[in-house]
């Protein structure tokens, strides 16, 4: 069964300071992981896409890596500011043939506090 | 345009009641996509449209009943729904179903099913 688990569920950060994101995964045949940042009641936004060759990619303050081989990845928050304050989601999509089936992660939920 | 809208943003119907949620995107994608997300869980795919033709559909029960009139456009009919079923709808897009291609999600609408 195709299973993306996330660590921590949730931390709080203090403005300006760095972390790290978390996600495992078990999904074959792996197509590509994805990073989204969700608000609370909006829908998600898609931070990076990276594909089996891929093993970094950024998007401003965010970093993602790629393991394939170990099957992780990670996304680093630089400098995190207020506006962070929201849920990161992995999805790592598997291909098929009715074409990529996603499976979501649990999710991180990250408080930057003042 | 970078944007998936959705309609209504806010739903609230009575478990005989038939309602439908609206979704539209110009953005020239052929893929589009219906998830449920209950609160502080991640989205959960309902069905998968490629080239108007329903791709993938998650077991969903027949209370659901999806419609892609045009490439633009996706409905999601609701009827005798029950309490359980509210939730976060959120519709998404893609270039296609296939590959690496980034789903762009709509703002969601919140169902509350009394």
């Known amino acids: 069964k195709n299973q993306v688990e996330q660590s921590p569920q949730s931390l709080i950060i203090l403005e300006g300071k760095n972390c790290t994101l978390q996600?495992?995964?078990?999904?074959?045949?792996?197509?590509?992981l994805r990073w989204y940042k969700q608000d609370t009641g909006r829908g998600p936004v898609s931070l990076t896409i990276?594909?089996?060759?891929?093993n970094t990619k950024s998007n401003g303050r965010y970093t993602a890596t790629l393991d394939a081989d170990t099957k992780q990845s990670s996304l680093h928050i630089t400098a995190s500011q207020l506006s962070d304050s929201a849920s990161y989601i992995c999805?790592?999509?598997?291909?098929?043939?009715?074409?990529?089936?996603?499976?979501f992660g649990g999710g991180t939920r990250v408080l930057v506090k003042p | 345009d970078t944007e998936v809208t959705q309609t209504p943003k806010h739903l609230v119907m009575g478990m005989t009641n038939k309602k439908s949620l609206k979704c539209e995107q110009h953005?020239?994608?052929?893929?589009m996509y219906w998830y449920k997300q209950k609160a502080k869980k991640p989205p959960e795919l309902m069905f998968v449209?490629?080239?108007?033709?329903?791709?993938i559909n998650e077991s969903v029960p027949s209370r659901f009943s999806p419609e892609c009139p045009n490439s633009s456009l996706l409905n999601l009919h609701l009827h005798a729904l029950q309490p359980e079923d509210s939730a976060l709808y959120l519709c998404?897009?893609?270039?296609?179903?296939?590959?690496?291609?980034?789903?762009?999600f709509g703002p969601g609408t919140r169902l509350t099913v009394t």
């Open positions: 998404a897009s893609s270039q296609g179903s296939g590959g690496p291609y980034e789903q762009y």
């Open positions: 990276m594909t089996f060759s891929e």
């Open positions: 999805v790592v999509s598997a291909a098929s043939a009715a074409g990529n089936k996603l499976t």
């Open positions: 953005m020239g994608h052929r893929a």
């Open positions: 449209y490629s080239y108007e033709k329903l791709s």
């Open positions: 996600c495992n995964y078990t999904v074959s045949p792996f197509s590509n």
